[in-house]
């Protein structure tokens, strides 16, 4: 898919903004350099200990070369992204970037900015060391291009005991109307915005959230392969749902990373957070031991998964470089380091609990038993236009609660941007 002239005006915008960022961590490697700049958007709490514990072993494994921090701050890439698309577009690539499996890897190979892994994934026997179906994800046309690093798990509510407690919510509610019974409960007890909430891309999640438990997963898969009509009675009951939803959430939100949402959580003037399971990881950086988690009520086994990947962009400066820092992403070694720290489990399917946090060692057990489904905003299910184009319509939803107009929006982003994948 081609950037739209909109994304590509932006790219440029953020380009600018974030330039001294950018070229701050590519100072003029040369020929035969041995910087390796590692473009990702992980760069505080759990996000940067995940990184370092990785940086870790490539300092080991890799000794000849030097690791350089090109990331740009900003959950789920809402920065880094626009960034990125600037430098590939002024062919100006870092050595190598963290990219989501599925749709929105395609983007990058369509635009024929990734070489072909093929022949490493070979050489360093990666080819069985992966779920087949990941590899799916990362393969075009019988090419493979990118190494995957994790498998997060979207769908995760998490919580602040104490304050479940003092409203007297001793049970995770496992349907929707248990959870609003719930909400009710906390708004009772005092809390005024029990459900702490973030900007689009955290509201879509959300609402993804929530249509899994309105659809089941079948439907749900089907929103993202074109056997699920949006413009259908279910998804307006989804609509309406969500809208009530939004009434025990904080009013600024839309101003909100995952982290300031996160936050009211940890301070208790929260109950709840629907995020992904790199939340873990950064309330166990942060100190925070007063929290639980469950899957989001209504999702039964679901399992919503993303994987970060790393790429070889083409003209990048240090190639080699780049091929050891991906063969420490696809280790095992690589992957428990990276993992133990950074809330998610390994793509690999040979390493093993020991070293993992709780919540990875259930999480470990759930992805093998699950069903699984996609996340559009973590590029799973959907390329960069698609998530765009929900994000701003659930962002205009977030202002005018107009449940018809964000219909008609979400129905037109699919038909627009379904057919392309
Ligand atoms: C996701 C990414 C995760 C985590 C999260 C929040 O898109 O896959 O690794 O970084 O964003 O920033």
């Given at each position: 898919m081609r950037l739209s002239r909109r994304v590509a005006a932006l790219a440029v915008a953020f380009g600018t903004m974030f330039a001294t960022v950018a070229c701050s961590s590519t100072?003029?490697?040369?020929?035969?350099?041995?910087k390796v700049e590692v473009f990702t958007?992980?760069?505080?709490?759990g996000e940067k200990a995940g990184l370092d514990g990785l940086v870790g072993v490539f300092k080991t494994d890799c000794a000849d070369y030097e690791f350089v921090n090109g990331a740009v701050a900003g959950?789920?890439?809402?920065?880094a992204k626009q960034v990125l698309a600037s430098r590939l577009q002024q062919n100006e690539p870092p050595d190598t970037f963290q990219a989501h499996a599925g749709a929105e890897l395609s983007d990058y190979i369509n635009d024929d900015q990734l070489e072909d892994l093929s022949a490493q994934y070979t050489e360093w026997g990666l080819?069985?060391?992966?779920?087949k179906g990941l590899i799916e994800n990362l393969t075009v046309d019988g090419k493979i291009y990118s190494v995957p690093a994790n498998i997060h798990r979207a769908n995760v509510l998490w919580s602040n005991k104490t304050v479940l407690a003092k409203a007297g919510i001793t049970k995770d509610a496992d349907t929707l109307d248990g959870f609003f019974a719930d909400l009710d409960k906390l708004k009772a007890s005092g809390?005024?915005?029990p459900l702490a909430l973030g900007k689009d891309w955290t509201q879509q999640m959300l609402f993804e959230a929530l249509l899994i438990s309105k659809l089941g997963p079948e439907k749900f898969n089907g929103l993202w392969n074109g056997?699920?009509?949006?413009?259908?009675a279910d998804i307006t009951a989804a609509i309406n749902d969500y809208k009530k939803l939004l009434t025990?959430?904080?009013?600024?939100r839309d101003t909100f990373d995952w982290t300031d949402a996160e936050k009211l959580l940890m301070d208790g003037k929260a109950a709840y957070q629907l995020m992904g399971d790199w939340e873990a990881a950064d309330l166990d950086a942060k100190g925070f031991k007063d929290y639980g988690w469950s899957v989001?009520?209504?999702?039964?086994?679901?399992f919503q998964w993303l994987a970060d990947s790393f790429v070889l962009p083409k003209?990048?400066?240090n190639a080699e470089g780049t091929k050891c820092w991906l063969k420490t992403v696809g280790s095992a070694t690589g992957q428990a380091a990276f993992n133990q720290k950074k809330g998610s489990i390994p793509a690999?399917?040979?390493?093993?609990?020991?070293?993992?946090p709780a919540y990875q060692q259930a999480a470990m057990g759930d992805w093998k038993t699950a069903t699984q489904v996609p996340s559009c905003p973590h590029g799973s299910a959907c390329a960069q236009g698609w998530q765009g184009a929900v994000g701003s319509a659930q962002g205009k939803f977030s202002a005018d609660g107009d449940v018809a107009a964000l219909q008609t929006a979400l129905a037109a982003a699919a038909a627009e941007f379904g057919s392309k994948k």
């Open positions: 100072e003029e490697p040369g020929a035969g350099s041995k958007w992980w760069a505080d709490g959950g789920a890439g809402s920065n080819g069985n060391a992966f779920p809390v005024a915005t056997g699920t009509d949006w413009k259908g025990y959430t904080n009013k600024d989001f009520p209504g999702n039964g086994n679901v003209n990048v400066k690999r399917t040979d390493v093993g609990t020991d070293g993992f």
